[in-house]
Each structure stands twice: as structure tokens, then as C-alpha cells.
């Protein structure tokens, strides 16, 4: 496992544009790929984006496809990975967490299967 830490949430205004952050530590951090995730309240937890940090392969939801983005020069070459919001809308509201899985050569979607999880940070979009 590696231990991870998110930055970055707060209250914004529809439209406008927030960057989470995931700080990781740990000496397997190198062989680990990275995923966001959120939960709104009353949801499910949902798959938001992911990215093999070795060949900088990126995948989103398709609900924050266009919208969101992970900086791959950070992920590959730092030990945070970053997720880029713009454009965001009142539906974006929720805990965001950042999630960690030993390299698996596929990007991997499914929330179980990560083995490291930050502790959250809250994102709130007003309309």
C-alpha cells in the first residue's frame, strides 16, 4: 500500500474551475497507477478518472469527459497526481478521493480493486 493525501476542495461557483491534488508516499509508490473517485451524498461511490502513471494512458467517466483532466507530467514524474476540474456544474458536488493500485496494465475503473485510499476532500458546487 501507499499512503495518499488530498488538497485542493472548496465551494465554487458553477462554470468555474478546482484542482484536486494526491500527495503519495510510500516505497511502492513507483509501481502504483492512480484513480479519482467521488461520493455524493445519498450515491453510490462513482469512478472518475484514472491514469497509468508509466505510459501517461488516461481514462475518464463519461459524465466528466471534456470537463476534467489528470496532468500527466506531475503523475509521471512526481509523486502527486493531480485532477484538473473545469467547467464544473452543481451535479459535480461530492467527497472526492484519490485511489491507488499496483500496476495492473490496464486501466482499472472498478473502486474495489484499489488497495490505497486517501481520506477525502469535499467539493461543493453552487449553481
Known amino acids: 500500500q501507499v499512503q495518499l493525501v488530498e488538497s485542493g476542495g472548496g465551494l465554487v461557483q458553477a462554470g468555474s474551475s478546482l484542482r484536486l491534488s494526491c500527495a503519495a508516499s510510500?516505497?511502492?509508490?513507483?509501481?502504483?497507477?492512480m484513480g479519482w473517485f467521488r461520493q455524493a451524498p445519498g450515491k453510490e461511490r462513482e469512478f472518475v478518472a484514472a491514469?497509468?502513471?508509466?505510459?501517461?494512458?488516461?481514462?475518464?467517466a463519461d459524465s466528466v469527459k471534456g470537463r476534467f483532466t489528470i496532468p500527466r507530467d506531475n503523475a509521471k514524474n512526481t509523486n502527486t497526481v493531480s485532477l484538473q476540474m473545469n467547467s464544473m456544474k452543481p451535479e459535480d458536488t461530492a467527497v472526492y478521493y484519490c485511489?491507488?493500485?499496483?500496476?495492473?496494465?490496464?486501466?482499472?475503473?472498478?473502486?474495489?480493486?484499489?488497495?490505497?485510499w486517501g481520506q477525502g476532500t469535499q467539493v461543493t458546487v453552487s449553481s
Open positions: 485511489a491507488g493500485i499496483r500496476r495492473t496494465g490496464v486501466i482499472v475503473t472498478d473502486g474495489a480493486r484499489y488497495d490505497s
Open positions: 510510500g516505497r511502492f509508490f513507483s509501481v502504483y497507477d
Open positions: 491514469i497509468m502513471r508509466n505510459s501517461g494512458s488516461t481514462y475518464y
